[in-house]
């Protein structure tokens, strides 16, 4: 899909990953954000701001911070509090990441597009898993929790291909914790959504298999008896896939 020259609005997120997204941040700010430049203190001052409408006046942030590190403050404003916090700054991080990710050329960005789980992958496997606790233990022959424990472990990523191409091209990759909304891996397929991402590596497709995920690829550096013969270096007939680290997506429009 053809990039606009209007900027790009996030009407519904389904995915996102803060971590990665304050870490690009940060690097792009040089290591870190300068709070007293005058753009940053009009920034902190409108957070400030939207927190005290949503809680409903009299929110003071040098007060809420030193109640806090006290231990004096209520537990019933200090929780709510907090979840408007989060909620304002994972707001104005959104905001930012688009503003800087639309416009660096190093973030690869998919508009309109679905995708599925590789074909007896790991992703796959993680996605019907769950539809297996519905079924009686006594009636499956293996320990289901032992397999899961086995297969999936303590596994953060899982990868996805793009609806729409005969012969992928790049694989997405997703953090199972960055899903908002009560959102999850399955609902991926259902969606056509725009995703930001940045190239971490490659692989083959037959890497994404289970049998074939943990198996070590050999260096394609390294010549053969042949080529050292006759000094003719072989076209290897291997294909890579680009692989994409997924930091958000959604629903987008172009205003």
């Known amino acids: 899909m053809a990039k606009s020259t209007n900027s790009p609005k996030m009407v519904k997120v389904v995915y996102f990953d803060e971590t990665a997204a304050t870490d690009y941040i940060t690097i792009q700010n040089g290591g870190q954000i300068d709070w007293t430049t005058t753009e940053n203190k009009e920034r902190l001052a409108k957070i400030i701001a939207e927190i005290d409408v949503q809680a409903k006046g009299g929110f003071n942030l040098f007060s ?14 200090d929780t709510n509090t907090s979840k408007l916090i989060k909620s304002t700054v994972t707001n104005t991080l959104l905001t930012d990441y688009i503003s800087i990710a639309s416009k660096d050329k190093n973030i690869r960005q998919f508009h309109n597009d679905g995708v599925y789980a590789p074909e007896n992958s790991i992703s796959m496997y993680r996605m019907y898993s769950s539809y297996l606790n519905i079924v009686p233990k006594e009636q499956i022959p293996i320990d289901l929790e032992g397999l899961n424990n086995a297969l999936l472990g303590e596994r953060g990523y899982y990868q996805m291909l793009l609806n729409g191409e005969k012969d992928p091209s790049c694989v997405l990759r997703f953090n199972i914790n960055a899903f908002k909304n009560d ?3 399955a609902d991926l397929s259902k969606m056509n959504l725009s995703y ?4 971490v590596g490659q692989c083959t497709k037959e890497q994404l298999s289970l049998e074939k995920e943990f198996e070590i690829r050999p260096s394609t550096n390294t010549p053969n008896v042949k080529e050292i013969v006759t000094g003719e270096k072989g076209k290897s007939s291997t294909r890579f896939l680009d692989v994409y680290d997924i930091v958000l997506a959604g629903v987008m429009s172009i205003e």
Do not use: D, R
Not at 196 to 199: L, Y
């Open 183 to 185: 959102y999850s891996l």
């Open 196 to 199: 930001f991402g940045v190239k």
């Open 64 to 77: 809420f911070i030193k109640a806090s590190i006290s231990g004096n403050a209520n537990a019933n404003i």
